[in-house]
T-cell receptor, first 110, second 115 residues
Framework: RKEVEQDPGPFNVPEGATVAFNCTYS??????FFWYRQDCRKEPKLLMS???SGNEDGRFTAQLNRASQYISLLIRDSKLSDSATYLC???????????FGTGTRLTIIP | GAGVSQTPSNKVTEKGKYVELRCDPI?????LYWYRQSLGQGPEFLIY????????DSGLPNDRFFAVRPEGSVSTLKIQRTERGDSAVYLC?????????????FGEGSRLTVL
């Protein structure tokens, strides 16, 4: 089983819709969680960290469920500029290696 | 510049040749990472440096791959006897230190093509 698993998509959703991605991780010792965004042929960039209590940044909401070992990202009122690949990232306690998922490709359709 | 710099941006080589990829991290960042990304995949961890030492090299696929960071700043990823399967984008990233905010700052990558 992969350490971090994501549905690769693609997700094609109309502009203005709400879209949600899930990510599961296998190592219960994982400590820190993140969502990165990667545009086509560009480098990944941090979108947001994921906290146990859940956190929101504008139209983006991230949730962590430690018991079920999954992380979610919700995008509300999607914009054309949200089209990208969203990478789930997990960092294990005591080990500074950050493990990336395969990424979920999102395309917002006008 | 202020960001992570990687050279070359593109490298085409023949099977069996030796390749060096360079990474210049953000000034002051003690942690440096190398990842490899193939088309349609997420970045795959190769090696992580804290200062001059390789703290975790568990992702290096075999002994043809080696990386150094002799002065705790610039790092070089070295690939011997390249194979077609080594073709990928090699990404370098840096951050302040272990588990410091979690944010990795990536360079634009070095695209390696082995013919």
């Amino acid at each position: 089983r992969k350490e971090v698993e994501q549905d690769p998509g693609p997700f094609n959703v109309p502009e203005g819709a709400t879209v949600a991605f899930n990510c599961t991780y296998s190592n219960s010792a994982s400590q820190s969680f993140f969502w990165y965004r990667q545009d086509c042929r560009k480098e990944p960039k941090l979108l947001m960290s994921v906290y146990s209590s859940g956190n929101e940044d504008g139209r983006f909401t991230a949730q962590l469920n430690r018991a079920s070992q999954y992380i979610s990202l919700l995008i509300r009122d999607s914009k054309l500029s949200d089209s990208a690949t969203y990478l789930c990232v997990v960092e294990k306690f005591g080990n500074e290696k950050l493990t990336f998922g395969t990424g979920t490709r999102l395309t917002i359709i006008p | 510049g202020a960001g992570v710099s990687q050279t070359p941006s593109n490298k085409v080589t023949e099977k069996g040749k030796y390749v060096e990829l360079r990474c210049d991290p953000i000034s002051g960042h003690t942690a440096l990472y190398w990842y490899r990304q193939s088309l349609g995949q997420g970045p795959e961890f190769l090696i992580y440096f804290q200062g001059t030492g390789a703290a975790d090299d568990s992702g290096l696929p075999n002994d043809r791959f080696f990386a150094v960071r002799p002065e705790g700043s610039v790092s070089t990823l070295k690939i011997q006897r390249t194979e077609r399967g080594d073709s990928a984008v090699y990404l370098c990233a840096s951050r302040w230190g272990p588990q410091a905010s979690g944010e990795l700052f990536f360079g634009e990558g070095s695209r390696l093509t082995v013919l």
